[in-house]
């Protein structure tokens, strides 16, 4: 199992990125998928997550109404949206799917003007 993180980089605050996970090695539709965030010094939180179909969605409060997370079982993809983002929000971002013990290399996120 294989998961590649993209999509990060810098923005401004009150900006936008869109990630991507690309996942090879397994049967992506049968997993669930899941974004989340480690900053610096932190412990790693879990910010979204999407069941199989993408039928059932939770994000952390902090992020409700800004984030949107979605998945593209044809294109073996999880993505997260990330609108209006706040300085406190950065951090590396990683996928994971279901219980899978597997982590990709994660992607930098620096909101900062």
């Known amino acids: 199992v294989q998961l590649v993180e993209s999509g990060g980089g810098l923005v401004q605050p009150g900006g936008s990125l869109r990630l991507s996970c690309a996942a090879s090695?397994?049967?992506?539709?049968?997993?669930?998928g899941m974004w989340y965030r480690q900053a610096s010094g932190k412990e790693r939180e879990l910010v979204a997550m999407?069941?199989?179909?993408?039928?059932?969605?939770y994000y952390v409060d902090s992020v409700k109404g800004r984030f949107t997370i979605s998945k593209d079982n044809a294109r073996n993809t999880v993505y997260l949206q990330m609108n209006s983002l706040k300085p406190e929000e950065t951090a590396v971002y990683y996928c994971?799917?279901?219980?899978?013990?597997?982590w990709g290399q994660g992607t930098q996120v620096t909101v900062s003007s």
């Open positions: 090695g397994l049967s992506f539709s049968d997993y669930y």
């Open positions: 994971k799917l279901g219980d899978i013990d597997t």
């Open positions: 999407i069941s199989t179909s993408g039928s059932s969605i």
